[in-house]
């Protein structure tokens, strides 16, 4: 079943700015990443989801409701971490808690201090005084501790420090683990790789492509970068019968590309070179993405050629 | 004359700190911290959040007064002196507050009053680097996205064309496409002779960029070192996975003659290793007699350089009672 789903989501701010006919459906269980660059309509996408902005058209659903219509009932489903958080005008850490608390009718707060405990945030500080780092935490906690079935996170990690991000990502991959249905926008490829099963990549308002990791760690080709000690064994080991992608002569470097199950054999052809250096080049979910913006751009540019003429 | 130059107490750093200590109890703050940035360099500093990064930032921009130790930008002393080197000083703080009620021209037009420096060439040249259209660009601050948002605190540093600049997290929150302009942007401007003092969360940003950097902890500069000595270490770190146990254990057996290499982790059929660049053939010569399945590497990073200081535990208290 399709806990999110839009369909044919359309939201039009004029002068081509917005979100177009996307189609984007997450199943129960599952975790979402949501990649595209600044402006391209992240945001846009997630306050939909959570029934906040009225599509112009298309519908969202969330749980098999429309998130416009029913807002105020799916709202209490999601855990919602919003990309720049502003907190309503109370005291303390503890304060804001409580009364999100109250708001959700949560009576045990035995979550909440572990979450607290894990990250260790100190919510008695002051709300307004909070450094970015405390406030994304108490932001977390807020939306963790219901224990709530969806998670939809709005760029979480964004000035985090390389510690918390990590502390926050292992409670994220735990609430995966769970059976939460996750949905997650990121400017970090590392991270939604070792987090997602599958990513959408948004570009100027529209859905460009959506990839299963699982594809993507399990592909069957492999690169891998290779030095030589001198110019000889360079100029050699050109002769082998390798697929070359990169020459770089000037360093004695060579790229190749092997099948997943060839480093055996490689290495066994290695063993009779002076080798100064040698790499895999994993394929990572950035070279996908980059490889799809590529090919596009060099089909609109055939295509206005086309139409030039 | 030339002797005076070659002394370097004689020519002030362009960036100096010296034994900067701002105590705000309980352990809070930053002590006896001494850094300073020349002509030309690009320094980089890296905590986490609350260390002190952003307190050593705001003290050099003159915006608190010590308890002890000085702050100088270009040898005048930022609290008493801000208003000789405000015009010099391009700054990007961590968390961008912009004021209401302007639209993004506004709020431009506004900032090259205050530095009363109005370089259109300059200005228009930034836009176009950083993507800032007009339609965005008409529109008021608040409504703007944290990335536009960012993108326009870079600009409005960057458009009088400072000599020093002090960026506290810029690229935080600016898209993948960005921050590499903004790479690139770093570049050029060390070549034209800038002093720069970044902070940064994004290790591939400090490591592309920085000459020098420096690690604070708890208020306290734990390391500083060359960057590009890091780069060049010469202990390599392998993941080899192998066919089977058996190939795995052969593997291990005679890898013995291997003097520099070290086993770090073991699992069932595949090991984490390192080993000495002067290894390398010999490790490739021994790897080839037994199954492998797939061998990958990992140098040391400087996010593992980063992650030793910070390994320990902190107790911070205070659940929900």
């Known amino acids: 079943m399709n ?27 599952e975790m979402m990443g949501y990649v595209g660059t600044n402006g391209s309509g992240k945001t846009t996408t997630i306050r939909h989801i959570m029934g906040f902005l009225k599509p112009t058209s298309g519908t969202v659903f969330v749980t098999g409701l429309s998130s416009w219509e029913h807002s105020s009932e799916i709202v209490k489903k999601i855990g919602y971490v919003p990309g720049e958080i502003a907190f309503p005008d109370l005291k303390t850490g503890i304060d804001f808690l409580k009364c999100q608390a109250d708001f959700l009718g949560l009576h045990d ?20 005084r909070m450094s970015k780092g405390m406030k994304q935490k108490t932001a977390l906690v807020a939306a963790l501790m219901n224990d709530a079935p969806i998670i939809i996170l709005d760029e979480p990690t964004t000035g985090l420090d390389p510690l918390m991000r990590a502390a926050f990502l292992d409670i994220i991959r735990e609430e995966h683990k769970k059976g939460k249905t996750i949905f997650m926008s990121s400017h970090s490829f590392d991270e939604l790789e070792t987090t997602c099963d599958k990513v959408a990549l948004i570009n100027d308002g529209h859905i460009i492509d959506i990839c299963n990791m699982q594809d993507i760690r399990s592909r ?90 | 004359m030339e002797n005076t130059r070659q002394s370097n107490d004689e020519v002030p750093h362009m960036i100096e700190v010296s034994h900067l200590t701002k105590d705000y109890g309980s352990g809070r703050g930053v002590f006896d911290v001494s850094l300073h940035v020349d002509k030309g360099e690009v320094f980089g500093f890296l905590g986490p959040n609350g260390a002190g990064k952003s307190t050593t930032i705001r003290h050099l921009m003159g915006f608190s007064k010590p308890d002890s130790g000085s702050t100088k930008i270009m040898g005048y002393e930022t609290f008493e002196q801000y208003s000789s080197i405000l015009n010099h000083i391009g700054y990007i703080p961590g968390e961008i507050a912009l004021p209401a009620g302007l639209t993004g021209w506004e709020f431009i037009k506004m900032m090259q009053d205050l530095q009363k420096i109005h370089n259109e060439q300059r200005l228009s040249d930034m836009l176009a680097l950083f993507e800032l259209e007009n339609t965005v660009l008409s529109g008021e601050t608040k409504r703007m996205s944290l990335g536009v948002k960012r993108k326009l605190a870079v600009v409005t540093a960057f458009m009088s064309d400072p000599d020093v600049l002090i960026l506290d997290e810029p690229t935080s929150g600016l898209d993948p496409v960005m921050q590499e302009n903004f790479i690139q942007f770093i570049h050029e401007e060390k070549k ?8 940064s969360h994004i290790f591939s940003e400090i490591d592309s960029t920085c000459d020098r950097i420096a690690i604070i902890k708890d208020g306290k500069i734990v390391s500083e070192f060359i960057a590009n000595d890091l780069k060049h270490a010469s202990r390599k770190y392998y993941t080899v996975l ?4 058996n190939a795995k254990k052969r593997f291990l057996e005679e890898s013995k003659q291997i003097a520099s290499l070290c086993l770090i982790k073991e699992e069932a059929d595949s090991v984490f290793i390192s080993v000495e660049d002067l290894d390398l053939n010999l490790f490739i010569a021994q790897l080839s007699s037994v199954g492998v399945r797939s061998f990958s590497n990992r140098r040391e990073t400087l996010e593992d350089y980063f992650m030793q200081f910070y390994k320990e535990e902190k107790d911070f208290g205070g659940a929900l009672k």
């Open chain 2, 192 to 199: 034209r002779g800038k002093t720069i003092l970044l902070s």
């Open chain 2, 242 to 245: 192998f066919d089977n146990t």
């Open chain 1, 3 to 29: 806990v999110i789903e839009t369909q044919n989501l359309t939201k039009d701010y004029g002068e081509g700015r917005g979100i177009f006919d996307l189609n984007l459906s997450v199943k129960e269980g």
């Open chain 1, 220 to 309: 069957s080709i492999k690169e891998f970068k290779i030095e030589f000690h001198t110019k000889e064994d360079y100029l050699r080991f050109l002769s082998e019968n390798y697929e070359k992608t990169r020459l770089q002569e000037q360093y004695n470097q060579v790229t190749i590309r092997v099948g997943a199950d060839a480093a055996s054999q490689l290495l066994g052809v290695l063993k009779h070179y002076n080798v100064k250096f040698i790499s895999e080049l994993p394929y990572t979910l950035e070279m996908h993405f980059k490889n799809i913006l590529f090919s596009n751009l060099n089909k609109e540019q055939k295509n206005k050629t086309i139409s030039n003429f």
């Open chain 1, 109 to 128: 707060m035995t979550y909440a201090n572990t979450l607290i405990e894990r990250l260790q945030l100190d919510p008695r500080a002051n709300l307004k």
